[in-house]
């Protein structure tokens, strides 16, 4: 069994950019969240992928989208990066196949800086 | 909108101390709470999942309880050691699609 892999894991963008961050679930689970954890803080729902529709979203701006493919991969692209978007994201695999849910497996994180 | 509270905020020991840290939340109609582990600057590893359906769970040294009445959860860690030193952070399934939401977390620090 795989777990969730994320890349890159440290990027450096430039204040304005775009940027990509990719996330490969684990094997066996389709659904696919998002979350941005500032310094010191917990981490924050973005958005969530379930059968590649986004299925629920937090209180982030339509700058930050996602995409989630057939394989259940999904990728988190930031537009016009603010330097506030400075963080470490991370993704998280989950499974809707039990009712409970078997909880979410999260991935290492990519680490944003934006200056 | 769910609310979860995590106390304290930091928490320092010395090795072989039994410990307590607890987690609440404000809404109890919830799927399952899972406690993870967070090592500086790196993500998240599961440690302990309850159903909403159990009251504890258990793995190793690790002990977690859940009162879904009250709305708290507790993660009992037993004769404590450096290598524990992380932050802790508990976060709550609730219905509708698989949203988490996270507590701010416990930074706990074991002293040799």
């Known amino acids: 069994e795989t777990g969730v892999t994320q890349s890159p894991t440290h990027l450096i963008k430039t204040r304005g950019q775009q940027v990509t961050l990719r996330c490969s679930s684990q094997?066996?689970?389709?659904?696919v969240s998002w979350y941005q954890q500032a310094l010191g803080q917990g981490p924050q729902f973005i958005f969530q992928y379930y059968r590649e529709e986004e299925n629920g979203r937090g209180n982030f701006p339509p700058r930050f989208s996602g995409l989630q493919f057939p394989n259940y991969s999904s990728e988190l692209n930031v537009n016009a990066l603010e330097l506030d978007d400075s963080a470490l994201y991370l993704c998280a695999s989950s499974s809707d196949r039990v009712p409970e849910g078997y909880g979410y497996t999260f991935g290492s994180g990519t680490r944003l800086t934006v200056v | 909108k769910q609310e979860v509270t995590q106390i304290p905020a930091a928490l320092s020991v010395p090795e072989g101390e039994n410990l307590v840290l607890n987690c609440s939340f404000t809404d109890s109609a919830i799927y399952n709470l899972q406690w993870f582990r967070q090592d500086p600057g790196k993500g998240l590893t599961s440690l302990l999942l309850?159903?909403?359906?159990?009251r504890e769970q258990t793995s190793g040294r690790l002990n977690a309880s859940l009162d879904k009445s009250s709305g708290r959860s507790t993660l009992y860690i037993a004769a404590s050691q450096p290598g524990d030193s992380a932050t802790y952070l508990c976060a709550v399934k609730n219905g509708g699609y698989q949203k988490v939401t996270f507590g701010t977390g416990t930074k706990l620090q074991v002293i040799p």
């Open positions: 094997s066996g689970h389709n659904t």
């Open positions: 309850i159903q909403s359906s159990q």
